[in-house]
């Protein structure tokens, strides 16, 4: 078993739609975890990041983190043809061990005008 | 400006043909990091460095070597590249007490052949 699973899409939706990005984990040391979106011949610039458990809000994106269920999610409200990118989930440990980031291999989202 | 580069940007060499690709940071972070992103296995981290001399594997080391002799400076060395190696590279930097907040360079497609 993958230590983050994420589906790599490709996810499709029209303007305005929301969207919602998943991953689960296996690793219960996990404390960090991060959103990166990565534009076509870009290097992944950081989203947002929660620390434990708990919803975190920024503009139209609501990262969501269930330690209970291993699992995350990334929404995007009013989705615009500018979100088109792939979204990375990224996850890392606490202390020593939040210098290894482990990512899943990223959601391919397109934004239809 | 704020930023992480990387030379060369696209690569072509032969198998055993020792090559650095270099990278550099303007934004005085303590950690910097290498990856690899591959299609289907997505990004996965090759070494990182804590601070200067200090550096450690991460998952997928074999084949390379870093060296962290300046505080900007993170060059990633390929002794003998082989083919199994033909990838996106990325190198990425934070501050120590952030390192889930990693700013990325834009990213290196070597190609051995």
């Known amino acids: 078993q993958k230590e983050v699973e994420q589906d790599p899409g490709p996810l499709s939706v029209p303007e305005g739609a929301i969207v919602s990005l998943n991953c689960t984990y296996s690793?219960?040391?996990?404390?960090?975890f991060m959103w990166y979106r990565q534009y076509s011949r870009k290097g992944p610039e950081l989203l947002m990041y929660?620390?434990?458990?708990g919803n975190k809000e920024d503009g139209r994106f609501t990262a969501q983190v269930d330690k209970s269920s291993k699992y995350i999610s990334l929404f995007i409200r009013d989705s615009q043809p500018s979100d088109s990118a792939t979204y990375l989930c990224?996850?890392?440990?606490?202390?020593?061990?939040?210098?290894?980031?482990?990512f899943g291999k990223g959601t391919k989202l397109s934004v239809i005008p | 400006e704020a930023q992480v580069t990387q030379n060369p940007r696209y690569l072509i060499t032969v198998t055993g043909k020792k090559l650095t690709v270099t990278c550099s940071q303007n934004?005085?972070?303590?950690?910097m990091s290498w990856y690899r992103q591959d299609p289907g296995l997505g990004l996965r981290q090759i070494y990182y460095?804590?601070?200067?001399?200090?550096?450690d594997k991460g998952d997928v080391p074999e084949g390379y070597k870093v060296s962290r002799k300046e505080k900007r400076n993170f060059p990633l060395i390929l002794e003998s590249p082989s083919p199994n190696q033909t990838s996106l590279y990325f190198c990425?930097?934070?501050?120590?007490?952030?390192?889930?907040?990693?700013?990325f360079g834009p990213g290196t497609r070597l190609t051995v052949t």
């Open positions: 990425a930097s934070s501050l120590s007490l952030q390192p889930y907040e990693q700013y």
């Open positions: 690793n219960s040391a996990f404390q960090y």
């Open positions: 929660t620390y434990s458990s």
């Open positions: 990224a996850m890392s440990a606490s202390g020593a061990g939040s210098y290894q980031l482990t």
């Open positions: 934004m005085n972070h303590e950690y």
């Open positions: 460095s804590m601070n200067v001399e200090v550096t």
